[in-house]
């Protein structure tokens, strides 16, 4: 997760549950801060057909 105010992101993670609880932590320290994006990474692979 990112937090849209400051940029400051949370450690990466396949549970959604750790990005959320890293969103309510950062928010209850900084209560300005209540925009937030979730990053999400896909690998995509490719092959060559000759």
């Not at 549950?17 to 979730?38: C, I, M, T």
């Amino acid at each position: 997760m990112e937090c849209a105010v400051c940029g400051e992101c949370s450690d990466a993670t396949e549970e959604f549950a750790d990005g959320q609880l890293w969103v309510l932590k950062h928010y209850g320290r900084n209560p300005s801060h209540h925009s937030f994006r979730e990053r999400i990474t896909r690998p995509w692979h490719t092959w060559r057909h000759e």
